[in-house]
């Protein structure tokens, strides 16, 4: 499978960003599909991710409240509604598809098929 993401750009704090996944043709019932961010010199961390079939939603409590994960099914699409952004969230964010259960998808190691990233960056 192939994952692009995009909508990342400048965003003042405070501001709102919904970035984008596409994936290409396939089955992904089995699945949960992850967002992670990278910022310089730091580790990629989780940031949220959704099962594909029943729309189940995990975040990192430090996007809890803030972020929203979805997916349109039919567009084999995931998004990530981003809002209340602060400097630290500045990073590459990247999405990435798992077939593990729920207690492994925090760790990126689980992730079997990644995008190429998109760049999130919160600056006044």
């Known amino acids: 499978v192939q994952l692009q993401a995009s909508g990342g750009g400048l965003v003042q704090p405070g501001g709102s960003l919904k970035l984008s996944c596409a994936a290409s043709?396939?089955?992904?019932?089995?699945?949960?599909m992850g967002w992670f961010r990278q910022a310089p010199g730091k580790e990629r961390d989780f940031v949220a991710a959704?099962?594909?079939?029943?729309?189940?939603?995990i975040y990192a409590d430090s996007v809890k409240g803030r972020f929203t994960i979805s997916r349109v099914k039919d567009k084999n699409t995931m998004y990530l509604q981003m809002g209340n952004l602060k400097p630290e969230d500045t990073a590459i964010y990247y999405c990435?598809?798992?077939?593990?259960?729920?207690?492994?998808?925090?760790?990126?190691?689980?992730?079997?098929?990644w995008g190429q990233g998109t760049l999130v960056t919160v600056s006044s």
């Open positions: 043709a396939g089955t992904f019932s089995a699945y949960y």
């Open positions: 959704i099962k594909w079939s029943g729309g189940t939603a």
């Open positions: 990435a598809r798992t077939r593990v259960v729920l207690s492994g998808v925090r760790q990126p190691q689980n992730y079997d098929s």
